[in-house]
């Protein structure tokens, strides 16, 4: 018995030797034999079916297929091509027509196993061989990859093409179903050039046409894989792969940026060129619409110059040319990226789809805009520097987002024109407009609020538009001046001041005499200022000294004053 065995091991060594030897495809399988009631252990495993023949049981009497037996003691493969005379008849019909994964007992007769003569000393004569089989692989030496697609996206505007750059997701199984690797355990894509070798021949091709977003199962004879070798780790020799291939996005390293215009307002007056400042929103995906940032997210527009490489290249391309209110979507290859190393969210090598929105531009050059809607027939009045004026108001961003409105509040603005009491930019448009004329001023933002803005009402380094009607203007005091006389200014004014003679000046008594000549139309303070803070920076001027009281030494008039530039008398 022990001869016996040891003749059949190395019958099973010969077999194998003489299959690997040969420059064919093969079938793997697995053997379990009974002789004489006597069970042998040479375990075997077989492996898939690769050919180009679409049925569930190939026929391999028009030509050869190559098996590899797996001894499972020694865990190493046996591959036989069929119908090549490699094994004894009995066993080259009985694998004719076998499935991958199927497993039969076969019983082969003397005539068909080793005769009369048997093997000495191993094999009796007239013996009857039991085998039990398991097949796991099998393919042809004509046999091409085999690609299956099981899901293809409605839109394919692009396919893999040579000298393309993918990355995709992939299990990579035996035909047998076992797995032997995975992107997805490792949870990363695999990220390579199609077409120029840096692939196994099969998965080159494979990759070919493919969508982004496609899945597709991409079967490989070993001759296009691993080959007689396999790769000295996970993949035996002479195995079939199977690999289930999901693309997530591919480019070319020649690609621009790509631009779909998806609403451009019909006025557009305007378009962004370098060097001006903008205001965006916008959505950030991968090409298989995994959204790593959004603007929206954080309830605030992303704001930077454009050209100036203050964003990746990619962007500061796309940004330029659009107009306020314009959507668009920028699609950008990772060289104009991110690049191999990626950022955050963002892997290596990812084509980025940003959709924006844009809000608002401006140039730091710009100054401020006016458009006169109206302008009455009787316009003689100017305002000017120093005028008080009421006025209505409309204020909102360059989109059309109301800010605030006056009418909505039911009251009129006030101010006193070029006193410092609005933004520099409305000082500016509010200037030489008549009563009843309405206007729209845009207000860059160095005119207006600023990179700050005014937290919870304008956001920074806003554009602001505002709509403006002049309601009443009551002319100013020359520049300098807060108080004047609206006649001849009497020559004991000092006396009159100080009503009880005693040579000094309070402030009550100062203030008293103030009030009564704006009262009787004597005199005339400047609009739109608190009448106590007027007339206490007038008396201050006057009270040289700082003791609280004005002598006849320390009074003195205006034009008296030209040198010192005071505000009184």
Known sequence: M?????????????????CQNRKQGCIFFSVHRTMFHQCIKLHTVICH?????????????????????LDYDRGSTFNVFVGKGQLIAGMDKALVGMCVNERRFVKIPPKLAYGSEGVSGVIPPNAVLHFDVLLIDLWNPEDEVQVETYFKPEKCTRRVQVSDFVRYHYNGTFLDGTLFDSSHN???????????????????????GMCIGEKRIITIPPFLAYGEEGDGKEIPGQASLVFDVALLDLHNPKDGITIENQLVPESCERRTQTGDFIRYHYNGTLLDGTLFDSSYSRNRTYDTYVGKGYVIAGMDEGLLGVCTGERRRIIIPPHLGYGEEGRGKIPGSAVLVFDIHVADFHNPSDSVSITVNYKPSNCSLLSKKGDY?????????????LLVSTQSLGKTYNIVLGSGQVVI?????????????????????????GEDGVEGEVPGSAVLVFDIELLELVSGLPEGYMFVWNGEVSPNLFEEIDQNH????????????????VDSGKGKLAPGFDFEKIVKNMFTNQDRDGNGKVTVEEFKLKDQEAKEGHDEL
């Open 2 to 18: 022990v001869l016996f065995c040891l003749f059949v091991f190395a019958i099973s060594k010969l077999l194998k030797f003489l």
């Open 49 to 69: 079916h690769t050919s180009q023949h679409s049925s569930p049981r190939p026929d391999f009497s028009q030509g050869s297929a190559c098996l590899t037996i």
């Open 186 to 208: 490792r949870m990363r894509t695999y990220d390579t050039y199609v077409g120029i070798g840096w692939l196994i021949p099969g998965m080159d091709q494979g990759l070919l």
């Open 389 to 401: 004026l009421k006025y209505h108001y409309n204020a909102s961003l360059l989109d059309g987002t």
């Open 425 to 449: 930019g409305m000082d500016m448009g509010l200037q030489d407009m008549c009563v009843g004329e309405r206007r729209t001023v845009v207000i860059p933002p160095h005119l207006g609020y």
């Open 502 to 517: 005693d040579g000094e000046v309070l402030l009550e008594e100062f203030s008293e005499y103030i009030q009564a000549q």
